[in-house]
């Protein structure tokens, strides 16, 4: 079978990060800061970073509509924290120019674990990945709040909260997994959400 053709979000954030493990799995990857860029692709990485800066960025690159077709066209998505924040349909605490990709029926709220200094790291049982719980890294980490009934949650925290969440061709995850030295998350991705 041929290589996925994946990219990764590359205006702000942990992109290098998103790569190096997607190279690791076996991807073909590309960085993506241009319309023409999504052009091919089977999936779609939008890492964690600074939501308001990727937004202003997504906007200045003229990238909101083309991104939107790719996905209605079959491309996958798969956003992390800040990645997540931005495919949802509505964003609590958002400031008034943020604008939302809406690819999920979520609604999330941003830094809702607190701010930089109360980030942590856990192990979360995550559905659908074998081998135990995976490693996640929380830093200013988004909650969702609200799912739609087609949205199927895959990870939930101590509280019984989700944190990971899948509709179709798009996975969203509170969580920092390109930060950890697991690549589950990613295999997940590729072989159950972007390879379906």
């Keep these: 079978m041929a ?18 493990m ?4 076996g991807a073909e990857t590309r960085l993506v800061r241009w319309p023409a860029e ?7 990485v939008i890492p964690g970073g600074e939501s308001t800066a990727i937004a202003k960025l997504l906007a200045i690159h003229g990238m909101y509509g083309p991104l939107r077709d790719a996905f209605a066209a079959g491309m996958a998505v798969f956003g992390t924290c800040a990645g997540a924040i931005l495919m949802a349909r509505d964003i609590e605490g958002a400031r ?12 999330i709220r941003r830094n809702a674990y607190g701010r930089q200094i109360d980030s942590f790291e856990t192990a979360v049982p995550f559905d659908g990945v074998a081998g135990g719980p995976v490693k996640a890294v929380f830093i200013r980490a988004p909650r969702f709040a609200d799912l739609g009934p087609g949205v199927r949650v895959l990870a939930v925290g101590d509280g019984g909260e989700p944190l990971a969440v899948r509709e179709g061709r798009a996975l ?4 920092h997994p ?7 998350v990613h295999a997940y991705f590729l072989e159950s959400v972007a390879g379906a």
Excluded: K, T
Excluded at 11 to 20: D, I, K, N, V, Y
Excluded at 96 to 103: I, T, V
């Design 22 to 25: 997607l190279d690791g799995l």
């Design 96 to 107: 008034s120019d943020q604008e939302p990709l809406a690819l999920m029926d979520v609604r």
């Design 178 to 184: 390109e930060l950890a030295d697991d690549a589950r």
């Design 3 to 20: 290589a996925l053709r994946i990219g990764v979000l590359a205006l702000q954030g942990a992109f290098r990060e998103h790569r190096r």
């Design 38 to 44: 999504l052009d091919g692709l089977d999936g779609l």
């Design 172 to 175: 969203a995850v509170a969580f």
